[in-house]
């Protein structure tokens, strides 16, 4: 299981989550979901205490990772299989352009 702290304009707003079936969720954190139930991440992901699951990566954070050359540049760097989506997101969106950004956290056994 991997998983990162996502954070809207340096604030922690949630976790995204992948499991080791491949999996992902997405959780706002329940202080954000009480602080700032009108700052969603993504119109797709409004504010709620429910959590989002997928089969895959979601929409608005697969549009976080890099394309093209800038891919192919992170891909051999780091040496991540580009069709790793999850781990793509991990090394390469700490610092994106826009209000938010991804921490990775220490990788956890189910």
Do not use: H
């Amino acid at each position: 299981m991997r998983q990162a702290k996502i954070l809207y304009d340096s604030i922690f707003c949630g976790i995204l989550t992948e499991t080791n079936d491949g999996e992902f969720s997405f959780k706002y954190d329940e202080e954000y979901v009480r602080e700032y139930p009108d700052q969603f991440i993504t119109f797709t992901m409004p504010v709620r205490n429910e959590e989002y699951k997928d089969k895959r990566l979601f929409a608005f954070f697969e549009g976080l990772i890099p394309e093209g050359w800038l891919l192919d540049i992170a891909s051999k760097n780091w040496k991540i299989n580009p069709n790793d989506r999850m781990g793509l997101l991990l090394a390469c969106c700490q610092n994106c352009i826009g209000t938010v950004s991804v921490q990775p956290m220490p990788e956890q056994n189910e």
